[in-house]
Structures are given as structure tokens and as C-alpha cells.
């Protein structure tokens, strides 16, 4: 949300998933002119040798010549870094040192040694001590469209969606996209009068900012994660964004369990902010 240049992070093993996960990148950066920073993150653990100087170039070069195939074809050309630790704390280290906006990886970043899936990522995220609030989207394959046009936004009766709707009002101002909120059906009065709270309080700062939206109630006979998902592909979104302490419910259970997912849909998981910090900007 800083007023200088953001930077979208995607960790790069060079592979499928990295590959889409760039060309995500890509058409997010240049919508809103961002930069790119391509890591490539080497593993290790306790007992593993630093990285030599000749094996650091090495990979630097490899990393190098895909950042020119990049800027040859899209005119953009992505910044790039070796790093050498545990993916996770490699990544929290990244957003300090490079004042990273945005993270967009695969559902599986691995090398020789390791392999980190997106949800253990999004999980560690969850209750981090991180000041920034960094979004992850997490993909499964390349972009569906040109740009991101149809936007799937969950809404509940928490008051940490406050949080959720920072950011979608951040997607709507840069993306130009179209928000599609989808609210669950609740019988319970309480839930009902808080649900109300927040749909009065979205309705107004969309409204005040000229924000184009819908909003559509979920049916009572199905789970809330499959009428997410059902909505999402009937309207052929480009991205579904949800509080990242949600993911595993809506994402990695459903699957599980119900064989429920977003498909191809990405989906942009933000931090909880912690209870003292929750405000409105």
C-alpha cells in the first residue's frame, strides 16, 4: 500500500508453477506498474554448507537469463536475488530487506533438498509477527484472462474482514476490476446483526469510493466453501481473496473432505491484522 513502487515477490524454481506463478506477476505489474523480484531459494537446514561463491553465480546466472527472456518478451525485466536459507523464514526475510507488497507462488516450491506447498506458506502467515501485511495469492495455472476483471470476495460477520476490504478497495483502484461479494446464510440473530454491521459499514466505503460491486447470499443447503467456489466459476473469476486463518477451511479442508476447490482460480489469502491494530486506514 506504500506510495513507492511495489514489488510483487515470486520465488522461482523453475518450474511449472513458478512459471505461471510469473506470469500472474506479470500482468499484475503492469497494470499497476510494479516491479518483479524473482528469488530463487536455495534450502538450508542446520547442517548444510553455505552456498559457495561459484555455485551463487551459477545460480544467479541461470536466473539472469530467465529475467532476459522476460524483458525480451514483455518489455519488463524482473529483478532477481539468490538466497540461501529455510523457505519460509527466507521469505520473511525477503519482504524486510526488499519491502516486498506481494507474493505470488505455486502450490509447490521445491529443490533438491525440500519442498514448501503454498498452504503451509499461507499457514505460517497466519499468526506472524510481521508488521507487513503481505498477501500471498497462491495459483495453480496460468492466467484465465488478459487482466483481472471478476473479483470473488467472501464476506462473514468477523471484524477482521475490515481487513479484507482494504484490500479489495486497493485491487478495485489499481486493477479497475469488479468486486462479487458472496455472504453465507446464518439463522443466528446475533451472527445476522453483526453480518448487517458489516455489510452496512462495506456498502459505504464502496460507495463512497465509486466502486463497482455485488453481493450475493450463499444457499442454506450447501457449505459455504462450495457455493464460494460454484460462484467463483459461474462468473469466470480471475481471483477469490480471503483472511489467510480461512484458507484451510475454505481451501485445503473442502478439497479434502468434499472434493471442493477453486480449480484454476487464484487466491489471494491476506494476514489478520491483530485485534489492538484493527481500524480502518
Known amino acids: 500500500m506504500d506510495k ?31 516491479k ?4 530463487h531459494i536455495v534450502y538450508k537446514g542446520v547442517f548444510d554448507k553455505e552456498l559457495s561463491e561459484e555455485a551463487k553465480r551459477e545460480h544467479l546466472k541461470k536466473l539472469n537469463a530467465l529475467a532476459d527472456e522476460i524483458d525480451k518478451e514483455y518489455n519488463l525485466r524482473p529483478e532477481t536475488i539468490v538466497y540461501q536459507g529455510k523457505f519460509i523464514k527466507s521469505i520473511k526475510e525477503l519482504i524486510l530487506e526488499k519491502k516486498i507488497n506481494l507474493i505470488i507462488i505455486g502450490h509447490l516450491y521445491e529443490d533438491d533438498k525440500h519442498k514448501l506447498e503454498s498452504h503451509e506458506l499461507i499457514s505460517s502467515f497466519k499468526n506472524s509477527r510481521l508488521k507487513n501485511n503481505v498477501p ?11 487482466r483481472y476483471v471478476e473479483i470473488v470476495v467472501p464476506i462473514n460477520y468477523q471484524r477482521e474482514f475490515k481487513e479484507t476490504l482494504r484490500w479489495v478497495m486497493h485491487l478495485s483502484k489499481y486493477y479497475k476490476c469488479n468486486i462479487n461479494f458472496i455472504k453465507p446464510f446464518y439463522s443466528d440473530p446475533e451472527k445476522k446483526k453483526l453480518m448487517a454491521n458489516n455489510m452496512y459499514f462495506t456498502k459505504k466505503m464502496l460507495d463512497n469510493n465509486n466502486i463497482v460491486y455485488g453481493i450475493k447470499t450463499a444457499k442454506k443447503q450447501k457449505t459455504y466453501s462450495e457455493e464460494i467456489f460454484k460462484f467463483a466459476r459461474d462468473i469466470d473469476a480471475d481471483l477469490i481473496v480471503i483472511m489467510g ?36 486506514y
Do not use: W
Open 136 to 146: 500471498i495469492i497462491a495459483i495453480n495455472g496460468p492466467p484465465s484472462h488478459t
Open 245 to 280: 486463518d480461512k484458507y484451510r477451511d475454505y481451501v485445503v479442508e473442502s478439497k479434502a473432505k468434499n472434493g471442493h476447490d477453486a480449480g484454476n482460480i487464484p487466491v489471494m489469502c491476506i494476514k489478520p491484522m491483530p485485534k489492538k491494530f484493527q481500524s480502518f
Open 4 to 34: 513507492e513502487r511495489e514489488i510483487i515477490l515470486v520465488p522461482c524454481d523453475y518450474s511449472i508453477n513458478s512459471d505461471n506463478s510469473l506470469l500472474h506477476a506479470i500482468q499484475l505489474a503492469k497494470v499497476a506498474n510494479s
Open 36 to 39: 518483479i523480484l524473482l528469488a
